[in-house]
């Protein structure tokens, strides 16, 4: 034994100064572990400097006051980070780097769903539930709303401008949130952003000849696209209108499925999956390019609801949204293809870097091209020459608007300017070489559901147009306004009270 050390039955015995000893044991490893990442936790650190709960304490002893900093909120989530049936992703956790109160809500998004109680956060201020559950499923459809609103909000900022993205009904008077239901349309096979309700809505079925159910709420990629509805509504209202050409339709459908590559492609694991998947060649067969997996199998698909990496060209398309769409989602993924094998250099970078750096430059210049478009009747071809312009302002490298310019033109987008041998193409806006017809109207039958809303069929104007015809006839016909009161019989003596 030790010098010094105590026996058992001295343990809590008095000393000759009768100040009682008691045995205080030494913590082991695995505890001072525990205990350091429980406070890592609870009070996270400044950088290089004491965790903020005590900084905040001794700032206020001292009379100041202490400013919160950016990483005092935030909250950890566990959600589909693919769809459900890309088993190699799964469920992973993922951060919010914002103030997410229980719901999950913050200022932008609140749940709106009934039958699923408010989701509370831990401890620590987290969302992590269990899966296939109700509360998941709440955490999960927020998070991806989330995640797509901040992706195009860093995209604004990171080319310096300082805007907002509004929901389309949001005024100074009126800044409600984009309200979420992630069970939000009972048995049916479909999901809609609706602007008179202010809201996202998701369904669940259960498909022909199966017993487990589909939620699309759990889906990351329709999710993300339904939330670019909302997000393109608030920044371009009339595109969403039916009687708008085919094109601006094509317009809308295009951008929700290139958000749900963006916003993959935002996220470095998923870029890492990507480039394991495919060796870096983005044209192999690859969980990015199949949009909605599950819901497109559960149609008896043997892919996704749709597939990026396709070859239709316009004149292929018609009036026909859904396949419209494919044609600039489709260009827009081969751009992204050719810009990454133009970066790629893995002797320098990581694959998995490079790919996420360039999806980041291209969905801001899709974004900043749609903002710049005409407001109202847009076509592909306004689009492709405000994204040129903006690629040469940036001062990128010649070929990415030689690849813009060239994947368009390959599919019947815009005429490809002649040049000489070997020079460049005249500078100047490039001509479209398929255009929607005069008077053309849009075919949406194959869209998703925010698409075949009646209330972007403008159905309110055709029922004012029917009652309006009425009232004509009846004045042609002597059917003038008169104010007809309707006979009521007078009850019995023995009926009145």
């Known amino acids: 034994m030790e010098p010094g050390a105590l026996l058992p039955a001295e343990l809590d015995t008095p000393t000759r100064d009768q100040t009682p000893v008691r045995f205080i044991p030494t913590p082991s490893a695995p505890y001072q572990q525990q205990h350091r990442i429980a406070r890592l936790l609870e009070q996270p650190a400044e950088p290089g400097g004491e965790p903020q709960a005590v900084a905040a304490a001794e700032a206020d002893d001292e009379g100041a006051d202490a400013p919160p900093l950016p990483h005092a909120f935030g909250a950890r989530v566990l959600m589909w980070k693919q769809d459900p049936s890309v088993g190699e992703i799964g469920t992973r956790r993922a951060y919010l780097p914002g103030p997410v109160l229980a719901g999950p809500r913050d200022a932008r998004i609140a749940p709106g769903s009934p039958g699923i109680d ?138 929700g499925d290139l958000t749900a590559i963006f916003l993959a492609l935002s996220q470095l694991d998923q870029c890492e999956a990507v480039v394991a998947q495919t060796k870096a060649h983005l044209h192999d067969k690859t969980f990015l390019s199949d949009i909605a997996e599950q819901f497109g199998l559960a149609l008896g698909g043997s892919t996704g609801l749709r597939n990026a990496d396709n070859d239709l060209t316009l ?143 403008r159905v309110d104007k055709v029922l004012d147009g029917e009652a309006r015809a009425l009232a004509r006839w009846c004045a042609a016909n002597g059917r003038m306004g008169e104010c007809v009161v309707p006979v009521v019989a007078e009850p019995a003596a023995a009926d009145r009270s």
């Open 118 to 255: 408010a989701v509370e956060p831990n401890a620590f201020g987290d969302f992590v539930t269990q899966p296939d559950t109700p509360q998941f499923d709440a955490v999960h459809t927020f998070a991806v709303v989330r995640q797509t609103l901040t992706m195009y909000q860093r995209a604004l900022l990171v080319a310096g401008l300082q805007m907002p993205l509004p929901w389309q009904w949001n005024t100074s008077m009126d800044t409600r949130p984009l309200a979420v239901f992630p069970y939000g349309l009972p048995n049916v096979m479909n999901a809609f952003y609706s602007r008179t309700q202010g809201c996202l809505k998701f369904g669940d079925f259960v498909p022909a000849g199966e017993e487990a159910r589909v939620y699309t709420c759990r889906s990351f990629d329709i999710v993300a696209h339904e939330t670019a509805h909302a997000v393109l509504d608030g920044l371009k209202p009339q595109w969403l209108l039916a009687d708008a050409p085919p094109q601006t339709g094509g317009l809308h459908e295009a951008f």
């Open 315 to 457: 004149g292929q398309a018609g009036t026909q949204v859904h396949a419209i769409s494919q044609v600039f989602t489709g260009a827009m993924y081969d751009v992204l293809a050719d810009m990454f094998a133009y970066e790629r250099n893995p002797l320098l970078d990581d694959d998995a870097a490079v790919l996420h750096r360039v999806a980041a430059y291209l969905r801001g210049l899709l974004l900043r091209a749609l903002i710049a478009a005409p407001d109202s009747a847009a076509s592909y071809v306004d689009v492709v020459n405000e994204m040129l312009r903006i690629v040469a302002e940036d001062g990128r490298p010649a070929p990415y608007a030689a690849f813009i310019r060239n994947q368009f033109a390959r599919r019947d987008v815009v005429e490809q300017p002649q040049s000489a041998a070997g020079a460049a193409p005249a500078a100047g806006p490039l001509a479209p070489k398929v255009c929607d017809k005069p008077g053309a109207r849009q075919d949406r039958r194959a869209c998703c559901g925010t698409m075949n809303l009646p209330e972007y069929h």
